[in-house]
């Protein structure tokens, strides 16, 4: 439900007559430039998810437990963002609720890939074992 809405946002920016973008307009733009970068890894998370707990053994539940944990925090920091988000009214509000959204979600998406870096990494190097 979340996603649609961003989806919608961005139709409807994209939507917008022809005439020259605010500040705060090009500021949401870059936020859901990232935004859209991350969301479709939720399901990448989730894979890599069940590929660790096939994994798992006595010797190697610790470092799984270690890697689900890092994918949960990360995929639970996408969710939190993407419900808090809430654009507040007025150009020079707009402008500054964004930069630090922009903060927010890059970091977001700096844990995301991270988490999944990892993952994979753990997932490699069990698998050659």
Known sequence: MKYNFFVLLILLS????????????????????????????????????????????????SLIMARVSELNQSDE?????????SEPDGEEAKVTYLQEEKKKITEVNDAVFRSIEKARATIDSLQKK
Do not use: G, R
């Open 14 to 61: 994209a939507c917008k007559q022809n005439k020259t973008a605010s500040p705060a307009d090009i500021l949401h733009d870059e936020v859901m430039v990232i935004h859209d970068k991350v969301m479709p890894e939720m399901k990448t998370i989730h894979n890599l998810k069940k590929e660790l707990e096939a994994l798992k053994t006595p010797e190697t539940d």
């Open 77 to 85: 920091a996408m969710m939190a963002w993407m419900d808090k988000f």
